[in-house]
């Protein structure tokens, strides 16, 4: 009898379910009634507090299209998993004793970033894991795409065609907050898709002079309005030459709920424009995914399952050359997925105009 634990770990995103539904099928095909799934609570702390259930047939039925995840998730930052806190539970100890208690044979872990760090330290601690990649950030490295980047996207892009007709009609300029701390693929796909006059990003920290003087050339050849698509991790030149404990000490006295926020505060005081924030915000992880994500979702699921069934432990299933491939975790962890600011994206941006504000 084969044993898989299966957990979700930080934000959620669409095409969860899909994944887990692509595992579970998958294994349920090679090994039939001989394979058990326990479905692992809430991310690491259900394997931190034991807090795990077996797993049938039906409960990975009807779950293609379901947003968020039937396992539930949350945040168990990696930097502390080796840290006692007051509650003095050893993170690390009980994670590997809660594994041996389920007699895993292996744990299948789906998660971003962070998730991917603590995937690599179980591995490095003997435990067989295998894990997907799945961000609306699209961040992960190593593989060319993250599941829940196209859904998130879609979203991010209605809601600047759906600016788009107010700011037309009032001639107004409007900034859309989009998802994105430390890297601006999100935002870079939904500022170019809904046709974005100035797309600010992590990557490439911003002048507001620059940016000021290119809403004044637009208003100058006639455009009533303007579109912003900034990243809610945008910074600008000043900040982005700050140490990072500079930088954090900047943000956190700042007046302003968010970088968008300051920034229509800064174009109110030279522009006679009216200005509008929008922040569709937890919007963007919500909902049922796009196909895109669905079939990626199976993909990576399925793989994963062959992972299992060949015993290739210490692997993320992830997209290359539109090829699902094995990729090490520990090539993985610790590393992040920039956008290139010579990418052909920027550059294509940069072709029709749009402004990156540097």
Same mark, same amino acid.
């Given at each position: 009898m084969k044993r898989i634990g299966i957990l979700t770990s930080g934000g959620d995103c669409q095409g969860l379910n899909a994944a887990i539904r692509g595992v579970a099928k998958g294994l349920y095909e090679h090994y039939g009634k001989d394979v058990e799934i326990y479905g692992i609570q809430d991310g690491y702390r259900g394997l931190i507090h034991g807090e795990y259930k077996l797993m049938d047939r039906d409960n990975f039925s009807g779950i293609l299209t379901l947003g968020g995840t039937i396992l539930g998730t949350s945040r168990q930052p990696f930097k502390m998993m080796r840290q006692i806190e007051d509650d003095k539970v050893d993170k690390v100890r009980n994670m590997k004793e809660n594994y041996k208690k389920m007699k895993l044979d292996c744990l299948v872990v789906l998660g971003g970033n962070g998730t991917h760090k603590t995937a690599n330290l179980l591995s490095e601690e003997g435990l067989n894991v295998v894990s997907l990649p799945k961000t609306i950030d699209n961040d992960v490295w190593g593989t060319?795409?993250?599941?829940?980047?196209?859904?998130a996207a879609e979203i991010a892009t209605n809601v600047i065609d759906c600016i788009h007709t107010t700011a037309t009609s009032h001639g107004r300029i409007f900034i859309v907050e989009v998802m994105g701390h430390k890297v601006g693929w999100l935002t870079l796909q939904a500022g170019i898709a809904g046709g974005a006059d100035v797309i600010l990003l992590p990557e490439i =920290?911003? !002048?507001v002079n620059k940016v000021v003087k290119v809403l004044r050339r637009r208003n100058e050849r006639g455009s009533r309005f303007s579109i912003l698509a900034v990243a809610e991790g945008a910074l600008s030149k000043e900040e982005a030459a700050m140490s990072k404990k500079e930088f954090k000490a900047a943000r956190a006295s700042m007046e302003? =709920? &968010? /970088? @968008?926020y300051r920034l229509a505060h800064e174009l109110s005081e030279r522009l006679s424009q009216e200005i509008r924030v929008v922040v569709p915000g937890h919007f963007q992880r919500g909902g049922s995914p796009c196909p895109y994500d669905r079939v990626l979702s199976t993909r990576f699921g399925t793989a994963a399952a062959q992972l299992i069934i060949n015993k290739n432990y210490g692997n993320m299933v992830a997209l290359q050359n539109g090829e699902i491939v094995?990729? =090490?975790l520990k090539e993985v962890a610790g590393k992040l997925k920039t956008v290139p600011t010579d990418c @052909?994206? /920027?550059? &294509?941006?940069? !072709?029709i105009g749009v402004s990156f504000g540097d």
């Open positions: 060319e795409m993250t599941f829940g980047f196209h859904s =920290p911003y !002048d302003f =709920p &968010s /970088i @968008s094995p990729v =090490p @052909s994206l /920027i550059r &294509s941006a940069r !072709d």
